[in-house]
Each structure stands twice: as C-alpha cells, then as structure tokens.
C-alpha cells in the first residue's frame, strides 16, 4: 500500500458545484496533513492545513478522519479558476527527521 | 515579504557535465528541502535540511547527487555527470521549522533543468 493515496481523476464538476476530494495514508502515527494545490507547470502552493477539528477557509473544508486513516477536501461553488491538482501532504516523523509524503494529486476541471 | 527564491529558472546542459542549482529560502526558516518533478509526475523528496541537524538525505537517487546548505540559509544541489534522466524541474521549499506552522511548506517557482 502506498503511503499517501490519491484518486488522480480528473474531476470535471461545472461552475457552482460542490466537490470533495478524499486522500488516505497508510501511517496511523502521521502527526500533520496538508492539502496543496498545483496550477499546470507551476509549483505548488499551500491551501490549507488539515487540523484534527476540522477547519474552514471561505468556500474550502478540510477534514481529518484519524480511524479511517484519510484526510478530505472539499470545494463549494467551485469557480473555474479551482481548476488545479490537489496534493495532499502527510508528516511523520521517523528516525528523528521529518518526514514528508506528497500524494500524487486529484486533477479538478471546472466547467463553464 | 520575499518567498522562496531559485536559479536558474532553465538550464539546459550537455550530458556528463555537472550543474549547480541555488535556493534561497524564506527569510528565518529553518526547515529546506529540495524535490523533483518530472512532467506529469508527483514531487519526488530529494533532502531535507533542519536547521545544524544533519540532513536528511534518503530521497536522493544517486551518489552523483548532493545539497548543502551554508549558515542555514541558502542551499545548492549539485549533480555531478548529468544524465538524460535527471531532466525535469527541481523544487525547492521552506518552513518555519517550529511553531504551530512548523512544517507549512512554501516553494520557489523551480528550475526546470533539461540535459541533452
């Protein structure tokens, strides 16, 4: 089983519609998640943190499932400038350093 | 205030010689690593710098690759001998390295390396 697991889509949802994006890791020791989108042929840049209450950023949630092992994304009213991939990232740490695992992503395509 | 910063932003290179590819991190991070992507791909984890801890290195794929990085701030990753396969772009990112965002990760925008 990989580390961090993603459905890679693509996800073609049309304008205002709701999305969510689910990203399983194989560590039950993983201590921080992120969720990162990445434009084509741009780096990627941080979205949200994952906490384990749950958090909201305007029309973004991200949730944290510790028992079943997976993080969520989900996307409300999705614009068309969402259209990206959505990375998730898990941290643990092991051997003393940090470590960091980047899911593959889950490509979003929103359409007019 | 200023993210993180790479050079070049292209470098196209012969096979068999060696490259140098520079970061400046995000100013007092203490956390840097360096990734690389190929077309299409996802973020291979190359190393990992935390502050005068000794690097972690697990992720590079050869002895012909290596990174330090001086006084804590900026890093080079080296690769000695280039081959065809090492075409793609070079990550760079940093963070915090304490605090509740200790591990929040900010990138350079790359250095898409091409050998021919």
């Known amino acids: 089983r990989k580390e961090v697991e993603q459905d890679p889509g693509p996800f073609n949802v049309p304008e205002g519609a709701t999305v969510a994006f689910n990203c399983t890791y194989s560590n039950s020791a993983s201590q921080s998640f992120f969720w990162y989108r990445q434009d084509c042929r741009k780096e990627p840049k941080l979205l949200m943190s994952v906490y384990s209450s749950g958090n909201e950023d305007g029309r973004f949630t991200a949730q944290l499932n510790r028992a079943s092992q997976y993080i969520s994304l989900l996307i409300r009213d999705s614009k068309l400038s969402d259209s990206a991939t959505y990375l998730c990232v898990v941290n643990n740490l092991g051997g003393g350093y940090q470590k960091v695992t980047f899911g593959t992503g889950t490509k979003l395509q929103v359409i007019p | 205030g200023a993210g993180v910063s790479q050079s070049p932003s292209n470098k196209v290179t012969e096979k068999g010689k060696d490259v140098e590819l520079r970061c400046d991190p995000i100013s007092g991070h203490t956390a840097l690593y360096w990734y690389r992507q190929s077309l299409g791909q996802g973020l291979e984890f190359l190393i990992y710098?935390?502050?005068?801890?000794?690097?972690?290195k697990s992720g590079l794929p050869s002895d012909r690759f290596s990174a330090e990085r001086t006084g804590g701030s900026v890093s080079t990753l080296t690769i000695q001998r280039t081959q065809q396969e090492d075409s793609a772009v070079y990550l760079c990112?940093?963070?915090?390295?304490?605090?509740?965002?200790?591990?929040?990760?900010?990138f350079g925008p790359g250095t898409r390396l091409t050998v021919t």
């Open positions: 990112a940093s963070s915090p390295g304490t605090s509740l965002r200790a591990y929040e990760q900010y």
């Open positions: 710098f935390q502050g005068n801890s000794a690097p972690d």
